[in-house]
């Protein structure tokens, strides 16, 4: 095999935008029942469009909707637990043109059983005893400041609808005891988001289905609740952090006990619903997924003597997990695999990969496969993230030379990131890139105190990391201190901006629909996150001058770099103008800047074409920017000022 001489960034890779975008789909929520397993696809060919995919027991593999449904709910914006399946294989679902529920059987068209209007619905439990259906709605009207958000009961028809609980400014995970005689929830309230402080609830189900005798078994503002869980005996299970880690506890009636104290994260950020960690297997032994340093594992937990054994597999990414008494189903991911639909047989442990998100096979020798690193930073604390370093199998750069540097500033901010099989970041170090994905102060997976470290300090921590980790790799001469970049998409567009605004260190970036301005985020976003900054930078208006100082828009004077930008123009969380503003003032300041809009992409593009658009014009940004020409054939974008 021939091994070339080229210089960085100019490397032919195998790996192609349309693998990225035509070739892989994103996986998500599933669902075991008695005759097969569900999941979500989301498809970005079909412009993000979400289809429900049904596996018979035989294998067999069914698209569940029509073309003309796309099945995503707009709850808090971010959606998650867009369907589900009663025990006797009905799908509900929520459409997202219209937000209505629809019913659909197996082999039959939906019927929708919402009026159309102001109603939004997410994250929905069968109640077999009252034969009904338990949600979380989310109600959009002019008669309020904000949308109102309730627990409601709906009849399969969707002909009687009951309010069972309201007042809290936020609900999640109904969940119903074996008997189905008690409800749990969690709800919280402004200005907490729901890994700051949420309240875990129990209720007794009367006769007439309402919710009698309310009791607060945990949570408060300071202790986050995720995943109540009815065990088979009917006990109550749950995760909580007021140990510094989202462990898992099981409650007697009167208090809570930790059931394995351990130094690690089983639970997660609830960015979106559906999410699960664990489940039961028989009525006193759980499946779970933990997360130590943002690798994941696989286990079984005795509830009884409070023992753990680990589940040898390849997997480092696990999510979505659900579990019965005689398999269990997740979405696994590891370096060198594409994230994939599994089941696993729990009585031996041996796992079957039933659908695969991308079915490209590539050589190991092409792949970069993320290494763990940790570094020092500001305020004498410590850093994570993961390096890839350029790969290829048909090319390497010259000695006296060293890669440019992508830094990843991962959105949330209260998220993280982790070295599964990503071909977005393939594309860049098989092109003859470095990349560094960051973990920086505040991202989940490492605790609630390095969670909380970014409370106050959104702007400073998360930037310091991501110039301390590009100064890592340089003092470690493993990358070209002349070409750093930076770029993040959201939140982690706003950490982008601020790098560049208040640092000199990087030489360009790319904002994926970042914030700008953080005064006019706090004053126009939507409900789930309109508190959010009073967490991150403190309350508003009182702290006005903070939201002034640490935003990118007013100090414009100090950017001295080139910057591309992508926005979506239907973004109702970080609208349009945020990127505007910014471009006008660099325009006007004679600053290389491109701004490249999407009309048809809300917040995160879906769409194939636009994620291809976008992928390509950052590389040709690059190359303009850095000095050199890229193998791809790239279509010029116009970048002004350069």
Not at 2 to 15: F, L
Not at 108 to 133: M, W
Not at 323 to 344: C, D, H, K, M
Request: hydrophobic share 35%.
């Amino acid at each position: 095999m021939t091994v070339s001489i080229k210089p960085y960034g100019t490397w032919q890779s195998p790996i192609t935008i349309e693998q990225i975008t035509q070739g892989t789909i994103g996986l998500g929520q599933t669902t075991l029942t008695k005759i097969g397993v569900y999941w979500l696809e989301t498809r970005p060919q079909e412009g993000g469009r979400g289809v429900l995919m049904y596996r018979t027991h035989k294998g067999e593999i069914y698209e569940i909707n029509s073309a003309s449904y796309n099945i995503r709910t707009r709850v808090h914006e971010y959606g998650g637990g867009a369907y589900l399946v009663t025990d006797k294989d009905q799908i509900f679902f929520s459409h997202f043109d219209d937000q209505r529920l629809y019913k659909q059987e197996l082999d039959s068209d939906p019927q929708p059983i919402t009026p159309e209007g102001v109603y939004r619905y997410a994250d929905g439990i069968y109640d077999k005893k009252h034969n009904r259906l338990i949600y979380i709605r989310e109600e959009h009207s002019s008669d309020s400041k904000e949308p109102v958000n309730t627990i409601i009961g709906i009849s399969l028809d969707g002909s009687n609808v009951t309010v069972l609980e309201s007042g809290a400014d936020f609900y999640a995970t109904p969940r119903l005891s074996p008997d189905g005689n008690y409800l749990a929830w969690i709800c919280w309230h402004h200005p907490n988001m729901p890994w700051d402080g949420t309240k875990l609830w129990i209720a007794r189900i009367d006769d007439q289905g309402n919710l009698v005798e309310k009791i607060q078994v945990a949570g408060g503002n300071t202790e986050s609740i995720f995943q109540p869980q009815w065990a088979p005996t009917g006990a109550l299970y749950f995760i909580s952090d007021r140990s510094n880690w989202w462990n898992l506890y099981r409650w007697d009636g009167e208090k809570a006990k930790a059931i394995l104290p351990m130094k690690a994260e089983f639970g997660l950020p609830q960015w979106i619903f559906g999410q699960s960690t664990y489940g039961f297997i028989s009525p006193h032994k759980i499946l779970c997924t933990y997360s130590q340093e943002s690798i994941h594992h696989l286990a079984y937990i005795d509830t009884q003597n409070g023992t753990l054994e680990k589940i040898n597999t390849p997997y480092t990414g696990v999510s979505f997990l659900q579990a019965n008494e005689q398999q269990a189903v997740f979405i696994g991911a590891a370096s060198g695999l594409f994230p994939e639909i599994v089941t696993l047989d729990v009585k031996t442990g041996k796992c079957t990969t039933l659908h695969q998100s991308n079915s490209t096979k590539f050589d190991s020798e092409t792949i970069s496969y993320g290494e763990p690193i940790s570094f020092p930073t500001g305020n004498h604390a410590t850093a994570y993230g993961f390096f890839y370093p350029p790969k290829s199998k048909d090319f390497i750069g010259f000695e006296t030379e060293r890669p440019p540097l992508i830094v990843i500033s991962h959105g949330g901010p209260t998220a993280a990131t982790d070295n599964t099989l990503n071909l977005k970041i393939q594309y860049w170090t098989s092109r003859g890139f470095g990349v560094l994905d960051v973990n920086y102060r505040g991202s989940t997976n490492y605790g609630r105190a390095y969670r909380q470290q970014l409370i106050g300090q959104w702007g400073i921590a998360d930037v310091e990391d991501c110039i301390y980790g590009a100064k890592y790799l340089v003092q470690h001469n493993r990358v070209d201190p002349k070409r750093l970049a930076i770029r993040g998409s959201s939140a982690g567009g706003f950490t982008t901006l601020a790098a560049l605004t208040f640092y000199s260190l990087f030489k360009a970036g790319a904002s994926y629909y970042g914030i700008s301005d953080l005064e006019a985020l706090a004053k126009d976003t939507h409900k789930f996150e309109s508190r959010y900054l009073d967490q991150l930078i403190g309350a508003y208006p009182e702290q006005i001058q903070r939201y002034r100082d640490r935003s990118p828009i007013h100090s414009i004077d100090k950017i001295d770099c080139p910057i591309i930008f992508f926005q979506g123009l239907e973004d109702k969380v970080v609208p349009p103008n945020q990127a505007e503003a910014m471009v006008n003032l660099l325009k006007e300041k004679k600053l290389p800047v491109a701004y490249i809009t999407f009309p048809d992409e809300q917040h995160g593009f879906r769409r194939a074409e636009n994620i291809s658009h976008a992928l390509k014009s950052e590389l040709y940004f690059y190359g303009k920017i850095f000095g050199f020409t890229p193998a791809d054939e790239l279509k010029p974008i116009y970048i002004n000022n350069l």
